[in-house]
C-alpha cells in the first residue's frame, strides 16, 4: 500500500445529512477553547427564529475554515464575478456570550 493510500480518509454522507439546512445567518461565539457556529434560518416578518444547526470547532480549526472558505470565495468571485453584499439583519447579537460576526 502506497504512502498516499494510507492517508486517505473514507467520509460517510448520510442522506439525511446530504440533503442539508438552509441558513441566512450564522451566529459565532467563542470561549477560551472553542468556537460555536449557530446556523439559523430568519424568515421576513417573522419575530421569532431556530437555531437550524450548531458546530462546535476548536480555535485551530475555526482558523482552518476561515482559510479554507477565503480560499473558495476567491475562486469563485474569479469564475463568477464579486460576490455583492446585500444589507445586515438588524438583530442584536449579545446571546449572553462574547459579541458575534456573522
Do not use: C, W
Not at 475554515?65 to 442584536?92: D, M, Y
Amino acid at each position: 500500500m502506497d504512502e498516499k493510500q494510507q492517508n486517505q480518509l473514507n467520509i460517510e454522507l448520510s442522506e439525511e445529512v446530504a440533503e442539508g439546512i438552509y441558513s441566512n445567518l450564522a451566529i459565532i461565539t467563542h470561549s477560551n477553547s472553542e468556537f460555536v457556529i449557530d446556523y439559523v434560518k430568519v424568515m421576513p416578518g417573522v419575530p421569532k427564529a431556530k437555531v437550524k444547526s450548531r458546530v462546535i470547532l476548536t480555535p485551530q480549526h475555526a482558523k482552518r475554515l476561515l482559510n479554507a472558505l477565503t480560499e473558495n470565495i476567491e475562486k469563485f468571485e474569479s469564475l463568477h464575478g464579486t460576490i455583492e453584499e446585500t444589507e445586515s439583519v438588524g438583530i442584536p447579537m449579545n446571546f449572553g456570550g462574547p459579541t458575534a460576526q456573522a
